[in-house]
């Protein structure tokens, strides 16, 4: 794009097909640590949780007991977004003011 072969549209184009475990949509989401973190698999991981405790239930529930509770499977914690702030550019050297329309 900035050299000139590519135009804003296009690349803004390509980066909203990018696949879910991309490095761009991991880093948007927070870091590295969301790469491979697709739907499926936060999906999957909740299915997992549910599993494990339903069968520990089911344990304590026959008169089992467990040597220790399930541990859950964690996914990555969600970047946590900061207020945005309106950009302020009334001090850039090149700013000047608009002229206003003078209609009667």
């Given amino acids: 794009m900035w050299r000139g072969t590519l135009a804003p549209r296009r690349v803004w184009h390509l980066s909203e097909h990018l696949p879910e475990d991309a490095a761009l949509t991991a880093a948007l989401a927070g870091g590295p640590e969301h790469r491979g973190w697709t739907l499926q698999t936060h999906i999957l991981a909740q299915l997992l949780n549910a599993v494990r ?23 990555p914690a969600a970047k946590v977004d900061k207020p945005k702030r309106r950009l302020d550019l009334s001090n850039h050297p090149l700013a000047f003011d608009l002229p206003t329309n003078s209609r009667g």
């Fill in 53 to 75: 405790f339903a069968d520990a239930n089911n344990v304590r529930v026959s008169g089992g007991k467990l040597k220790r509770d399930p541990t859950p499977v964690e996914p």
